[in-house]
């Protein structure tokens, strides 16, 4: 019984979200600095996400009460205070083998918008050469299009957070999805992803996938 | 059923089990008795029923990647404990007698545990038996056919596919459409295909005592088509619960009791004991740590000492008197005692503190009952093993 189970958790759900073009210029910081490009991943306005990242309770308690929608009762209070934006932190949990640090995350609400994660700095995974890809991997700078909703990759690269039974979350990439990538992952994983890709990458590209209900929901 | 958080740890017995499942679909948990193996199996069903994905923290790519089943699905677990009451019909296929519109009596069909279980795996989703005690029952009669097409190879392939070595079984008690009463579910089985083959998804963990006197051996034809996974009394297990770091059993026991922890003094009662069992009976005679796993409880050291006379007078002893029935003379390196009137305990005590150069006669078989905790502290030391 030698086996080492002290790195092993218990995943309730991954969040995963399809980088796209404009998603990878901003992750490798290629906007112009005076253009105003964005400097964050977009997820989407699906409240999900915020139970996710189990930031619920937090957005009550900032907006002293949800009656129904988290993002109206978020509007509502940063119009009250004249505040264009609010940013709740997500702890990311260190990786042992490769020696990544513990570090955090932003979610970021802007009035009427959806929820984003700033990458100023990104997370030091999501710009690794090892696993992310390069920008000679999509052909060069000038390959590189302002496309916000797809990535017209054949194997796009995949940012994706696991929330574990203690509701600590990490996160984690894959170079090039594809089937053969995907291959070895959950059966709830592997048809999340398919999904995407066989529907060619079209804006939705943040899902959920939740073992404990076996569930795939596209965001 | 899903949404229960699983247990916070992993156990390496349970990550095992899980590992040997994706190589075979039947996996048999054998070892003495305190060793783990039912405690390892309810771990498992709790995670299981959870629904929720091991994964490993230190690894960066697919940490999802852990050479265990995907559990496609929904897993749905049952958990059996076999005795002797334990039926083919109830493991199987049964047959009960209801009116018919005739006004006679017909038998109509029940799904056993495995039944149910296949429907739901051909759903789509995964199945898990859990089965306790596995030879307590006539495992040969309980598994009735299905002991033929049980194995790996001769079980529908991952994709649901027979393959060249797939098996069918046939259930003889059914006719053509009859409809399968399921009591797991709300609707019966009515859409088997026949024949019937037994899919890959659908797994069996069972435990067993291996050297249990009171039940029969596992059949062996049985017995080869479970892999199987030996359990050992865990001494480093035993020092976690009971606070001791030293790992080296020479170094449990020092040259006074008083010197001893009430930890080391259970670990190394236990390590003796199974050390004489190894040597008399067999390894598989020996006694599991669970034996002592009250004492896993914090406590004071007086009521620690007390606690482990409680398991020596209620657990201990009594598996050594079942083990050595009609050779007691074998006991009696196990309790440093020369006389044969082992069970006479005022004897056994009294014998031990003249060994030890007191002469005070102890009334009861019972240490629980012995009041002076420095003398109840001296036997235990004594049984574990030191000596002035």
Known sequence: MSDSVDSLRDCQMVLSRFVTQSGFKALRDLFDVDGGGQRWITLGSDERILEFFNITSEIEEFCDGVDESYNEALDAELEDSSQDSVSFTIEIEPIGRIDVPESEIHLKYTVSRPWQIPVTPPHELWVSDDYMPTVDDFGGLDSLEDNYYTNDRQNPPIIYFIRDSSDEFHTRTIRNVNSYTISAYPGLLQECWKRYVDAGGERENTALVDFFHNEVTTL | ??????????????????????????????????????????????????????????????????????????????????????????????????????????????????????????????????????????????????????????????????????????????????????????????????????????????SMNSLDRSTAPLDSALARRFSQIPFEPDYDLLRQWVDVEEDDPAEWISDSPDDTSVGALATALLYRINTLLSATLGQDFQLGHGYLDSLKEDRSDESQIRKLAEEWDGRIFPKLQELFRGREDQLQPILRVETNDIFQADVLYESELDQLGQNTAIATASLSSIGDNDRLRRILWVLAGGTD
């Not at chain 2, 749905?76 to 199987?92: A, K, P």
């Not at chain 2, 009859?178 to 295909?193: A, G, L």
């Open chain 2, 1 to 206: 059923m899903t949404g229960n958080n699983p247990p916070s740890d992993v156990l390496p017995e349970e990550l095992l089990v899980l590992r040997r499942l994706n190589e075979s679909p039947n996996v048999l948990l054998r070892g003495p008795p305190g060793t783990g193996k039912t405690f390892t199996m309810r771990r498992l069903k709790a995670r299981l029923d959870s629904g929720t994905r091991l994964f490993d923290t230190s690894r960066v790519e697919n940490p999802f990647e852990l050479d265990i089943p995907d559990f496609r699905g929904e897993t749905r677990t049952e958990w059996l404990t076999f005795h002797q009451s334990t039926e083919y019909e109830d493991f199987v296929l049964g047959m009960r007698p209801q009116p018919s519109s005739e006004g006679g009596v017909r038998l109509k069909p029940r799904a056993g545990v495995l039944l149910s279980l296949i429907k739901h795996v051909r759903e789509g989703n995964s199945g898990v038996i859990f089965i306790d005690e596995l030879n307590r029952a006539n495992v040969s009669k309980v598994f009735g056919e299905f002991i033929s097409v049980m194995e790996a190879d001769k079980r529908l392939d991952w994709d649901g596919n027979a393959t060249a070595s797939s098996i069918s079984f046939t259930l003889p008690q059914l006719n053509e459409g009859d409809s399968i009463e399921d009591p797991m579910s709300e609707q019966p089985i009515d859409s088997f295909e026949r024949p019937f083959y037994l899919p890959r998804q659908l797994y069996i963990v069972a």
